[in-house]
C-alpha cells in the first residue's frame, strides 16, 4: 500500500510539474511557434488567452504542494499563502478559458465542453475556498479534490489528444476532448471523495 502510494505521488509530481513547465513554452518560442492550432486566440482575444495559458500552469503546478502532507502540517501558514495563489489563478484563468471557449473554432460541442470546463473549474474552487473560511475542513478537502481533478485536465488533454488525433483525427478529436479531459477526472474525483475510508484520514498525493 505504501508503495502504491509512493509511486502514485510521484507521478502527479511527474506529470503536473512537467506539463505546467511544457505549457509555458510560449515564454521562450513565441504563440506562433509553440500553440499554433489556439494562437488565433492570441490575436482575437490576447487577454484571456493570455491570463489562461499564463496562469493555468501556475495552478497545476500548485496541486501536489496543496496535497502535500508534511507542508500542510509543518508549515500551515505557507499551505494557506499558496492555496490562496492558486484560487486566483483559477479564478483568473478560469474566465480566460471561459471567453477562449466561446470564441473557439473548434465548433459548438468542444466551445459547451471548454466552457462548462471552466465554470465546474472557478465554482469548485470557489466553494473549497468557502468551506475552509468557515473552518469545515472535511468539506474543504473534499472540494479540493474536485477541484484539483479539473486542474488535472491540462494533463489528461495533452495525453488523450495524441491518441485522439492517431484514431479519428484532430478535426473530430478535438471536440472529443473538451469533454473526455475532465469529465471522467470529476467522476474519479467524486469516487473518491465518497469512499467511507478516505473521509476521515489525511489525504495524501
Known amino acids: 500500500m505504501k508503495a502504491l502510494l509512493t509511486v502514485r505521488t510521484f507521478f502527479l509530481w511527474f506529470f503536473c510539474m512537467a506539463v505546467a513547465l511544457w505549457s509555458l513554452r510560449f515564454l521562450l518560442i513565441g504563440v506562433e511557434t509553440s500553440m499554433e492550432f489556439v494562437a488565433y486566440h492570441a490575436i482575437e482575444r490576447q487577454l ?5 495559458v499564463g496562469l493555468a500552469p501556475v495552478a497545476l503546478a500548485l496541486v501536489p504542494l ?5 507542508l500542510r502540517l ?10 490562496r495563489t492558486y484560487a486566483v489563478t483559477i479564478l483568473i484563468a ?11 473554432n473548434a465548433g459548438q460541442f468542444a466551445a459547451v465542453g ?14 473549497a475556498v468557502s468551506h475552509i473560511r468557515n473552518k469545515r475542513v472535511a468539506e474543504h478537502k473534499a472540494w479540493m479534490i474536485r477541484s484539483a481533478a479539473l486542474t488535472f485536465a491540462a494533463v489528461t488533454l ?8 492517431m484514431t479519428v483525427g484532430l478535426e473530430d478529436g478535438y471536440p472529443l476532448v473538451a469533454w473526455l479531459c475532465w469529465v471522467p477526472n470529476l467522476l474519479i474525483a467524486e469516487w473518491i471523495v ?12
Open 48 to 52: 484571456a488567452f493570455f491570463a489562461h
Open 66 to 70: 496543496q496535497f502535500w502532507a508534511g
Open 74 to 83: 509543518r508549515r500551515p501558514a505557507v499551505h494557506r499563502w499558496l492555496g
Open 94 to 104: 478560469g474566465v480566460g478559458a471561459i471567453l477562449m471557449a466561446i470564441g473557439t
Open 114 to 127: 471548454f466552457a462548462l470546463l471552466g465554470f465546474a473549474w472557478i465554482g469548485t474552487t470557489a466553494v
Open 158 to 165: 495533452r495525453l488523450e489528444l495524441p491518441i485522439l488525433a
Open 194 to 205: 465518497r469512499r467511507p475510508t478516505r473521509m476521515g484520514a489525511a489525504q495524501p498525493a
